[in-house]
């Protein structure tokens, strides 16, 4: 085997079709089902075929079920991984945490009020998929307190509880990063192959989730057939006015960025945009804000001039635990589909998304489509319907390359409020 033989396997072993680009295999699925979907009725679909029709659903169910499967391991991993391997010092660390804390909430309250004012669940209607459990008790805040410490240190993970799963990841991944900074001044390494099994288990669940994402197109295309087989083009409409809403949503966050950067530090916003240019089209091209990150930490340093301290905590570890426009993202499709079932979620349950998409935004991971994977925690928290996430996937590959641009501009934003009011000085570089 030659050398470039050795470095690329991967590509050369992969059937034509994965070497199709993801986005590129959907809008084709997209394309083929709205033709199936028009051959089999377009909203009058003919009696003999409904069993066929309704199978057509089977590839989005099953894709929908791992990625509820993997959501858990996949936050616990990403969590205890990030604790291990970043070094975040005291007081910066507290700032950073605050930083983190105000953005995210801001992104969801963006995210909530824009879905509150213009409806896009009410556009249009979407039938019920299935198997529809609405959730009929009132959920009280206080108990959601006392529901935060699991039973038993598994029980999270097996329940599906984002909460309690947070709270342990959290619990161990500050112990065994105090225990990694102990070992190592006292010059022992044991911590050594803890930090190593939890690197691989991340990357395990990540190869996984990746085989899951493949099937994505297929998904697509079965659940738009029965779609448009079963209720023609109306469902559409309200998607439509979903991505209307969550552009807007986005487009205010990136205002309130662009002001927090302004007041907050010595950079000028304009500066911020152009600088952050190579940045934010790596995101939107790739929809990873952990593949931008080595770019979003460049740039920060030679384009817009931050202090290096300053452009590895904004960029390492937001890259990691902050993902603002995924929880805007998050909390409006749960709004969405609320309204789009006529489930209206009183304040203490729109409080409940907030502080579940915090928690699902955290333990995203910076790849493509985490956001769906952690978005099943979200529904569940309120009893919304998980199944109507099927119909999200349709559309997420390109929200999903939208959030994760906002993404990456929030680990901007906070290295800039990181540096501070004065800019670097000349001996400082
Ligand atoms: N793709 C996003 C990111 O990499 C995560 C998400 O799916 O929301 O930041």
Not at 166 to 178: D, E, M
Not at 205 to 225: C, S, Y
Request: hydrophobic share 50%.
């Amino acid at each position: 085997m030659n050398e470039t033989e050795s470095i690329k396997p991967d590509t050369k072993l992969r059937p034509w079709w994965q070497r199709i680009p993801l986005t590129l295999q959907i809008i084709i699925a997209l394309v083929l089902a709205v033709c199936l979907g028009i051959a089999l009725g377009a909203g009058n679909p003919n009696a003999a075929n409904k069993d066929l029709i309704n199978n057509l659903a089977i590839p989005a169910e099953l894709v929908l079920k791992a990625l509820r499967a993997l959501a858990t391991p996949l936050i616990l991993v990403a969590v205890l991984h990030t604790f291990m391997t970043t070094n975040i010092p005291g007081r910066a660390g507290r700032k950073l945490t605050v930083l983190l804390l105000t953005n995210t909430t801001v992104a969801i309250l963006v995210g909530l009020l824009v879905a509150n004012v213009l409806r896009p669940g009410t556009w249009g209607r979407l039938a019920a998929p299935e198997n529809t459990q609405a959730a009929s008790q009132s959920i009280d805040p206080w108990g959601l307190l006392k529901d935060a410490v699991p039973e038993a240190v598994l029980k999270p993970l097996v329940d599906n509880n984002v909460i309690q799963l947070i709270v342990i990841a959290l619990s161990f991944g500050i112990v065994l990063r105090a225990i990694k900074s102990e070992q190592i001044a006292e010059g022992k390494r044991g911590y050594q192959p803890i930090e190593d099994l939890v690197g691989t288990l991340f990357e395990a669940v990540i190869r996984i989730l990746n085989w899951v994402i493949a099937l994505v197109p297929l998904a697509v295309f079965g659940i738009v057939a029965k779609t448009v087989a079963l209720q023609g083009f109306a469902p559409f409409k309200s998607l439509f006015a979903f991505i209307v809403a969550v552009l807007v949503a986005l487009a205010l966050q990136a205002c309130y960025y662009l002001t927090r950067v302004k007041f907050g530090s010595w950079v000028n916003p304009l500066k911020f945009l152009a600088g952050g240019a190579d940045a934010f089209l790596t995101a939107f091209s790739t929809s990873s804000s952990t593949v931008t990150m080595p770019i979003t930490f460049e740039i920060l340093q030679t384009k817009i001039g931050l202090r290096e301290s300053s452009a590895s905590l904004g960029a390492l570890v937001g890259a990691n635990f902050n993902n603002d426009g995924t929880a805007l993202y998050e909390a409006m499709s749960a709004l969405y589909i609320s309204q789009v079932i006529g489930q209206h979620l009183n304040l203490g349950q729109q409080l409940i998304v907030i502080l579940t998409s915090i928690f699902a935004s955290v333990g995203a991971a910076g790849i493509p489509n985490a956001g769906l994977v952690t978005m099943t925690l979200v529904f569940t928290s309120v009893g919304l319907p998980t199944q109507y996430i099927a119909l999200l996937v349709t559309v997420d590959w390109f929200l999903d390359r939208c959030r994760t641009a906002i993404n990456v501009m929030g680990d901007m934003t906070v290295s800039a409020l990181l540096d501070g009011k004065k800019p670097r000085s000349i001996d400082e570089t």
